[in-house]
């Protein structure tokens, strides 16, 4: 398990942010990116997407609450052995909860790497 601060781990999550295509950060909408410790449910998941996929919407979608994209900071220390490894990880669970939000499934993020 590596150790790292809130504000490291919330930085690095901003890098990963960073390393996403331009035209695809333009196209998401109405979407939050959050860092919590763990999730209260099930607390060895990494990251989770909740709201309605890009795909999804429809003109009934106006109005609504933002999307929320949530990166679980101790699961991922957890499961990693140095700060390289979880910078990696972090940055693929980031993209994997991106990849929810434009309504890609997880089968498809696995055959992308991003899983």
Known sequence: MVRVSR??????????????????MLAMSNVVILVRDQNP???HLLGLYEGVALT????HYAG????AITIYRQPLMAMCATE?????EIRVTVLHEI???FGIDDQRLHELGWA
């Open 41 to 43: 449910d099930n607390p």
């Open 64 to 67: 609504a609450l933002p999307d």
């Open 84 to 88: 390289e490894q979880l910078r990696r």
């Open 7 to 24: 504000e490291r781990f919330e930085e690095w999550v901003g890098d990963a942010l960073d390393d996403v295509p331009e035209e695809l």
């Open 99 to 101: 990849g929810h939000h």
């Open 56 to 59: 999804r919407r429809d003109t």
